[in-house]
């Protein structure tokens, strides 16, 4: 008999959602309600199905900045829901078994993390590190959301030098860079996910940090001196931010 796939779109992006978010129960009545929060009022995850940037080559992930690794279970809950034979025909199929690396500066949320999700297989390997120094894995998608305007501007190009070195080292022609950011040029909008950003870091249980913020002009122009080649595409739907996703593709060495 064959599986029953869901009625649409949107049924299946509700059965992704509770697939993905009730592991967090593991991890406590703030990790789940966060994640249930997250994953279904950001507009970002359901994004990248919608649109097909995550694609079934895009097999080693890197999570710069991966908070509690709802991504993570994201993309387990996806690679069931295909071997189940669920999948939309709408939607480009994604990553049969993801190899995933998360990296996490605050310890609270890595705990709830390897309490949410550590059992999932593959195993996700959760690194509580700075990003600024932590060693990237050779990989063929790199996700950092909403993470690099809490470092200044000489750091932020560091690490994004970084990634186009892990992304060119995987040797994977289609390797990946879905980058989130606020665009500075968009005065209320970036204020307003400024003061939000600050909110939410504190009910995380994390100290204040300063950020510094760019317009979208100038992420593109160096991710493009970086050899990435630039779409943006406006990622605040439904929402008062001026957030937008980068998705940068690595050009063939010289």
């Known amino acids: 008999m064959s599986a ?15 697939a993905a978010t009730v592991p ?29 940037l995550i694609g079934e080559t895009h097999r080693r992930v890197v999570d710069i900045g991966c908070g509690q690794g709802l991504f993570a279970s994201l993309l387990a809950s996806m690679s069931r829901m295909q071997a189940q034979g669920r999948w939309p025909s709408a939607w480009k199929r994604t990553p049969a078994a993801a190899d995933y690396t998360g990296i996490e500066l605050m310890p609270k949320d890595v705990a709830r993390a390897e309490a949410s999700i550590g059992h999932l297989q593959p195993a996700p390997r ?50 990946r860079l879905l980058l989130r950011v606020g665009d500075a040029a968009s005065r209320r909008g ?19 940090s300063p950020t510094w913020g760019r317009p979208l002009a100038q992420w593109v122009a160096v991710l493009q001196q970086l050899g990435f080649r630039v779409q943006s595409i406006p ?6 931010f001026a957030n937008v996703l980068l998705v940068a593709d690595l050009e063939p060495a010289a």
């Open 126 to 175: 959760l690194v509580c590190a700075d990003m600024c120094s932590a060693p990237l894995p050779d990989c063929d998608l790199v996700v950092i959301l909403d993470v690099l305007h809490y470092v200044n501007i000489d750091a932020q190009n560091d690490v994004l030098r970084r990634v186009r070195d892990a992304l060119r080292a995987g040797g994977n022609p289609d390797a």
């Open 24 to 52: 967090y129960k593991k991890g406590g009545n703030f990790a789940w309600h966060f994640a249930r929060g997250k994953l279904g009022r950001d507009p970002v995850f359901r994004g990248l199905l919608e649109r097909g």
């Open 235 to 240: 990622m605040s739907e439904g929402t008062p």
């Open 4 to 18: 029953v796939l869901p009625a649409s779109t949107d049924g299946a992006w509700r059965e992704l959602h509770e």
């Open 190 to 208: 970036f204020a307003i996910s400024q003061w939000v950003d600050r909110t939410v870091t504190r009910i995380r249980g994390h100290k204040v």
